[in-house]
């Protein structure tokens, strides 16, 4: 069985190729707005925290594509580097760290 597990895979293996990198057009500063402007109308609701917003400013940043524009595309390593700035700029407040340690100890998000 093994042996022909082994077969398989290498015949399979012969023809591979990695699909090719998505290179998505994001639609840059106007869908941070529009993303800033939801999460604004759900703190005047009273549903988002303070740090709802800044957690949301982040995330907006990351799935609009930054600074980028619909016109543009861009590349999987570009938008890794827009998510890991943003968790690292997260992950140094201490409202996150308390999220995390809540989120652990309790099984529930905490708002803060």
């Known amino acids: 069985v093994l042996a022909d597990a082994k ?3 290498i015949a399979l293996a012969e023809d591979y ?3 090719e990198s998505p290179q998505p057009a994001l639609p840059g500063a ?3 707005t529009a993303l ?3 999460v604004d109308g759900f703190h ?3 549903k988002a925290t303070d740090y709802d917003i800044v957690v949301a400013d982040a995330l907006a940043d990351v799935l609009s594509g930054g600074d980028t524009d ?3 595309t861009i590349d999987e390593d570009e938008l890794m580097d827009l998510e890991r700035r ?3 700029s997260l992950v140094k ?3 996150t760290l308390a999220r995390i340690e809540h989120m652990l100890e309790t099984g529930k998000p905490l708002r803060n």
């Open 7 to 9: 077969a398989r895979v």
């Open 17 to 19: 190729s990695p699909a």
């Open 30 to 32: 106007t869908a941070k």
């Open 36 to 38: 800033q402007m939801a």
């Open 44 to 46: 005047k609701l009273g």
């Open 70 to 72: 619909i016109t543009e």
């Open 86 to 88: 943003a968790f690292m």
């Open 93 to 95: 407040r201490p409202q």
